[in-house]
């Protein structure tokens, strides 16, 4: 089966500007999460969905974040505008409807200058 | 919420050497406890995991402990090898099923042949 896919790997943007990231989930996998790593430090989370439905976006920094799950199958995650602070790798997750752990995508690498 | 602390943050060990990564948790809720390995510029894998009615659980030469009462759970590799070199991150989740995990910060592990 295909594994969790994320896009881009990278990304380099200016301070102020907008940056989406995509997250294609295994393909049944209800739960779909995003984490974030900051300066190495540990794997922070950001939200969580079941299916379309956020189930828990306790984890969401401010309001210049923005995640959506179209029809419960890929998801985006929106940063707009970024801040300096915002740099980090973005981890994508899935899991099954029952399931406990997850399948990590590779991660997004945002940089912002 | 929950707090997840791992120590330590490098350990560098001897091919053949075992290797111990510590962690403990605050919420004496949490109940599933995966450990994730990251190899370098790969994705996280769960490596093994541990529910909270088990005190004990090995895989080949892998192996995680858990202790309720004092909140702490390691992950032990014996016969460690240069390719078991990545960081590994414990996690602690609280309820069943889907759920957020609380991560700790990772461990550099270096196995030098």
């Known amino acids: 089966e295909a594994g969790v896919t994320q896009f881009p790997s990278h990304s380099v943007i200016e301070k102020g500007q907008t940056v989406t990231l995509r997250c294609d989930p295994i393909?049944?996998?209800?739960?779909l999460y995003w984490y974030r790593r900051v300066m190495g430090k540990e794997i922070k989370f950001l939200l969580h969905?079941?299916?379309?439905?956020?189930q828990d976006e306790s984890g969401m920094p401010n309001n210049r974040f923005l995640a959506e799950r179209t029809g419960g199958t890929y998801s985006t995650l929106k940063v707009q505008p970024a801040e300096l602070e915002d740099s980090g790798v973005y981890f994508c997750?899935?899991?099954?409807?029952w399931g406990d752990g997850y399948t990590f995508g590779s991660g997004t690498r945002l940089t912002v200058v | 919420g929950e707090n997840v602390e791992q120590h330590p943050s490098t350990l560098s060990v001897q091919e053949g050497d075992s290797a111990v990564i510590k962690c403990t948790y605050s919420?004496?809720?949490?109940?599933?406890f995966p450990w994730y390995k990251q190899e370098l510029g790969k994705r996280p894998q769960l490596i093994i995991d541990?529910?909270?009615?088990?005190g004990e659980k090995k895989d080949q030469r892998i192996a995680v402990t858990l202790n309720k009462t004092a909140k702490h759970f390691s992950l032990h590799i014996t016969e460690t090898q240069p390719e078991d070199s990545a960081v590994y991150f414990c996690a602690a989740k609280i309820g069943t099923n889907a759920g957020k995990s609380t991560f700790g910060d990772g461990t550099t592990l270096t196995v030098k042949p």
């Open positions: 969905f079941v299916k379309e439905s956020k």
């Open positions: 393909s049944g996998h209800d739960n």
């Open positions: 997750a899935s899991s099954q409807r």
């Open positions: 919420d004496s809720a949490s109940n599933y």
């Open positions: 541990i529910r909270s009615n088990v």
